[in-house]
């Protein structure tokens, strides 16, 4: 079936619905003891929806304690890489918010790839709860898609993509070599809820081949995400469709 999708104007106008998303979820926890875990997602495309976030009129207004960031997947570079995706994340929004340094659960990239996906693996163990069969659930789990169908650091015809019975991998980009550590497939479809942010005329023939379910649309990773007890949506602006 195809996946439920929005469609914005401008990546602007993608941004405020998710801030406002945020802003609502964060206020609508109550008692002291609720969190909400969230994953966000890498690459480009977010740092729109940070920049917002780190302006006064959501900086101000979203509970930041009670929320507690991950990320779906990091580059095994320093925090200060510049490809760094925490690194991307503290520029745009953390430095600018009242959060917990102890809310924020980067992902230690400088370290070697197997002890860093162990490392994340127990972090997540230790604060994100499972609900059943024993795999963490995340309140949200934000991605992006890249032009080869890829999300998180899941890629095309990956061995990680079969991993069942583990909660992050290391992963290699296909072109760069560059490793990774992503969350596996299983533990993005244990979410409560996951939404793909997509913007630009890059993604238009990916996004087109996946939400029309066209042949051979079940290759690309990003069409293998369907949350077995949870939300999807895609939300995407106008150039990432085929909407003039
Ligand atoms: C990463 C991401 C990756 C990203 C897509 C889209 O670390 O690169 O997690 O999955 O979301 O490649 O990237 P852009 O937003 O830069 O197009």
């Keep these: 079936m195809t996946p439920p999708c929005k469609i914005y104007s401008s990546p ?12 609502r979820l964060s206020n609508s926890l109550t008692t002291y003891e609720d969190k909400i875990s969230i994953a966000l997602s890498g690459g480009s495309t977010p740092k729109i929806l940070f920049q917002l976030l780190a302006q006064p009129l959501y900086r101000d207004k979203i509970k930041w304690k009670k929320l507690h960031l991950f990320w779906g997947d ?20 953390l430095q600018h918010i009242e ?17 860093a996906a162990k490392a994340y693996s127990k972090v997540i163990r230790e604060n994100v709860p499972p609900e059943r069969d024993e795999i963490p659930r995340f309140d949200w789990v934000l991605l992006g898609v890249g032009e080869d169908g890829h999300t998180a650091s899941l890629f095309p015809g990956s061995e990680v993509l079969r991993i069942k ?30 939404t793909f942010l997509v913007a630009g005329e ?3 023939k990916v ?20 949350p077995v007890q949870g939300e999807l949506i895609w939300l995407l602006d106008k150039a990432a469709c085929k909407i003039s």
């Design 99 to 115: 959060i917990p340094e102890s809310n924020i659960h980067r992902i230690r990239g400088e370290i070697t790839p197997d002890a």
């Design 12 to 23: 602007e106008d993608l941004a405020v619905h998710l801030a406002e998303e945020l802003k």
């Design 74 to 93: 990091e580059r095994c570079v320093p925090p200060d890489h510049p490809e760094s995706n925490y690194g991307m994340t503290r520029e745009n929004l």
């Design 202 to 204: 890059s993604k238009r």
């Design 165 to 194: 019975d583990k909660i992050c991998a290391v992963a290699i980009h296909p072109v760069s070599g560059q490793k990774r550590i992503t969350l596996t497939l299983p533990v993005i479809n244990h979410a409560k809820k996951v």
């Design 207 to 226: 996004v087109s081949e996946i939400l029309h379910q066209s042949e051979g649309f079940n290759k690309y990773p990003a069409a293998q995400v369907n």
